[in-house]
């Protein structure tokens, strides 16, 4: 049977072993000269979290000192990834232990919501098999609709092509005060498992950019202005540590049916 490192090099071709975003650093020596998820170059540039489609973004923390990056979907509901959300014996936190900021910036923030429910993928792999990805998501929903200039983003129910532009942003850990985003990434294609898909891309992105929106601008035009005609492909969920890193996302098809409320909430 083969191991998971050796099923990532294969499906990834040859890149080495996917890497929650949210993993503590390794000790020193063993630690990587490159951020997993970022390249040879790092191409994040800070973006103006007080405009579109940046408004969408928040952060997602918990009582234990977790923080993650989020995306706002429906006036009420926020996806960020499942892993964010694990206390330490890798169970996941109650919903009354998660808050969510919005226009976070360093130190500050224009409102918090509480987080009154939520709903993940599926178990969670602890074993972090490429199949077990496709359920890293989890979709919270707040105690009250969000502020006024925080516009919801439309969901993309079909992966980008290969070759689509893109962007991701968060709230990245080196940065972790600051929107930093890769405005300037593209899709690399799609990983079947049995599980489901899984959108490989090119956006430099590292720990602390877990949950975060992976954007595609909507064809034949915007979403009524709301947030200037992106809408969400994905959600990062895994970096691949390298000079060429290929990172994963989970489509946002995974995840559509319990932003609409078309299935029972599991919390």
């Keep these: 049977m083969k191991t998971y490192q050796e099923r990532a090099?294969?499906?990834?071709?040859?890149?080495?072993?996917?890497?929650?975003?949210?993993?503590?650093?390794?000790?020193?020596?063993?630690?990587?000269?490159?951020?997993?998820?970022?390249?040879?170059?790092?191409?994040?540039?800070?973006?103006?979290?007080?405009?579109?489609?940046?408004?969408?973004l928040v952060r997602v923390q918990s009582n234990l000192g977790a923080r993650c990056t989020g995306v706002l979907v429906a006036p009420r509901r926020v996806v960020t990834a499942a892993h964010c959300l694990l206390n330490r014996v890798q169970r996941f936190l109650p919903a009354s232990s998660l808050h969510v900021l919005f226009g976070y910036d360093r130190g500050e923030y224009r409102e918090h919501r509480a987080v009154a429910a939520l709903e993940t993928g599926g178990p969670y792999d602890r074993e972090r098999r490429l199949g077990g990805l496709v359920g890293d998501w989890a979709v919270l929903t707040l105690d009250g609709d969000a502020p006024d200039g925080a516009a919801p983003l439309p969901l993309a129910r079909v992966p980008p092509e290969p070759g689509t532009p893109l962007m991701l942003g968060g709230y990245s850990q080196d940065k972790a005060h600051i929107v930093t985003a890769d405005t300037g990434c593209a899709?690399?294609?799609?990983?079947?498992?049995?599980?489901?898909?899984?959108?490989?891309h090119d956006c430099d992105g590292t720990r602390g950019v877990s949950g975060a929106?992976?954007?595609?601008?909507?064809?034949?035009?915007?979403?009524?202005?709301?947030?200037?005609?992106?809408?969400?492909?994905?959600?990062?969920?895994?970096?691949?540590?390298?000079?060429?890193?290929?990172?994963?996302?989970?489509?946002?098809?995974?995840?559509?049916?319990?932003?609409?409320?078309?299935?029972?909430?599991?919390?």
């Design 9 to 56: 090099r294969a499906l990834l071709r040859g890149v080495p072993v996917a890497l929650p975003l949210l993993l503590a650093a390794l000790p020193a020596a063993a630690q990587n000269p490159l951020l997993p998820g970022i390249g040879a170059t790092d191409r994040r540039v800070v973006v103006d979290a007080t405009r579109a489609p940046w408004t969408s």
């Design 187 to 200: 899709a690399r294609g799609i990983n079947a498992t049995d599980r489901g898909p899984l959108l490989i």
């Design 213 to 267: 929106a992976l954007l595609v601008r909507m064809s034949g035009g915007g979403n009524g202005g709301t947030g200037e005609g992106w809408a969400v492909a994905g959600i990062a969920v895994a970096a691949v540590a390298g000079p060429d890193p290929r990172n994963i996302a989970v489509p946002a098809a995974a995840f559509v049916a319990a932003v609409e409320g078309n299935t029972p909430s599991l919390r």
